[in-house]
């Protein structure tokens, strides 16, 4: 039984903390909880950064996870524009940054999450020069697409990944010329493979998107601190108003790697090391979100996984699992993109190299099947694309770990129910 006099702390502000913590009080916790953010704004949910609220289909308040007046109602100590420097595992304590007030814990959860890598070249320090990762970054990025459709501007993304199609779409509905360069043959290569990724090249080709695949920029060129054009490793300068670097994300390790917890190596994907309860290497410390990287057992390995449903369930998992109760997080990773009249959800775990077959189930050319990564038969990963309704049965494929019949798979006239018993 938890004791009411424990403290309990959060260190991050993001989705998977303000879920945390309202599972602690949801489960009956009746200590202290404690949420420390380095962010003034409350703690918000991300996709809406490259998606409605960037698109300015939605307000701003909709991405907040609690009304404002939420953490006091609930007894939750709110630090917003604060950060932890520093962890004392034999103490117990997290020290605050700015005037190093020290605060006890018993039980600490990390969900510092993660942080834009930067482009290493000339030019990054130009004024329009952009990242996306915060509710500060889609607000300034909302206005540079606004100018940049309004003047026929132009933005190179450095990028394929899904946050750089993601912002091409947005920019090209601003009305902005986009150019996105690339070192892979496709977009998503490291996701989808060379089988799926043209699908999205070609749909962004509709749309006007510029491609530059094989190649990677090595300058930006400016004069009197604003953009002028961005340079690839082929000599050829893109006209640009506006560099967006899409590059990836970093897991932010730095405060757990100084209090000595362990971090997985980059092969791994980096972040903390947590077992299937998401406790790290010190049993009163745990990590969830896109800071965690923990044991995805059906698949054979272990990984860190940025997307919104992680966040969302491994706060409460991280939780639950902090109160002593019996918690296994083993849930199949699942995401989601909307990209013009293009909605997709990806359930599952198929890097390239992990699978030996790919099955399309109904007419990609048309934009409307689902496709599934096999291995020996087995379905890794399933990705539906303007199909709707099929995530559960995807994942159930999924879960089975059995041998499926890929004539059944690939015939839409099949239930997916059917295929497993």
């Known amino acids: 039984m938890v004791d009411a006099d424990q403290t309990f702390v959060i260190v991050g502000g993001g989705l998977a903390g303000a879920k945390a913590a309202e599972t602690l009080r949801a489960e009956g916790f009746t200590g202290r909880v404690i949420l420390i953010s380095d962010e003034r704004d ?33 007894d939750i100590e709110l630090h917003l524009g604060q950060f932890v420097d520093r962890i004392d595992r034999t103490a117990k304590t997290v020290r605050f940054g700015d005037d190093g007030t020290l605060v006890r814990y018993d039980k600490l959860l ?14 990054t ?29 132009h933005l190179v993304i450095a990028g394929a990944g899904w946050i750089g199609l993601e912002i091409a779409a947005a920019a090209r509905e601003y009305g902005a010329e986009v150019t996105v360069i690339d070192p892979s043959p496709t977009p998503l290569h490291h996701v989808l493979g060379p089988e799926l990724g043209n699908v999205f090249a070609e749909l962004h080709r509709e749309h006007g998107v510029r491609f530059h695949f094989g190649r990677q920029l090595t300058e930006i060129v400016g004069q009197d601190g604003m953009v002028l054009a961005a340079r690839t490793d082929d000599g ?7 560099v967006l670097a899409a590059i990836g994300a970093a897991p932010r390790v730095g405060l757990a790697e100084a209090a000595g917890l362990e971090i997985a190596g980059r092969a ?32 054979g390995t272990r990984a860190r996984v940025e997307h919104w449903a992680n966040a969302l369930n491994g706060g ?53 099947f689902i496709a599934f990564w096999l291995a020996e038969g087995r379905v890794l990963a399933g990705m539906n694309v303007n199909v709707w309704d099929v995530t559960e049965q995807i994942q159930k494929l999924i879960r089975s770990q059995a041998q499926v019949d890929t004539e059944a798979l690939a015939d839409p006239h099949a239930p997916l129910d059917d295929l497993v018993s």
């Open 236 to 242: 050829e300068e893109h006209p640009a108003h506006d």
């Open 42 to 74: 409350h703690p918000y949910e991300r996709p809406p950064l490259s998606k409605g609220y960037l698109l300015g289909k939605e307000e701003r308040d909709s991405v907040f996870v609690h009304e404002p007046a939420w953490y006091a109602q609930n």
């Open 268 to 299: 791994l994907g980096g972040g903390i090391v947590v077992d299937e309860r998401l406790r790290t290497s010190d049993p009163d410390i745990y990590a969830a979100g896109d800071v965690a990287n923990f044991p995805l057992a059906r698949f």
């Open 316 to 368: 409460p998992a991280a939780a639950r699992s902090m109160l002593g109760q019996d918690v296994t997080y083993d849930r199949v990773p699942y995401f989601f993109t909307d990209q013009y009249d293009l909605g997709m959800e990806y359930s599952g775990w198929a890097p390239p190299g992990s699978y030996d077959q790919v099955v399309i189930r109904g007419d990609a050319g048309k934009r409307e």
């Open 110 to 123: 990390l969900v510092t999450g993660a942080e834009p890598r930067r482009l290493d070249i000339p030019g």
């Open 125 to 153: 320090d130009l004024a329009g020069v952009h990242h996306l990762r915060r509710l500060a970054h889609a607000e300034r990025l909302k206005g540079v697409l606004t100018s940049l459709g309004r003047d026929n501007g």
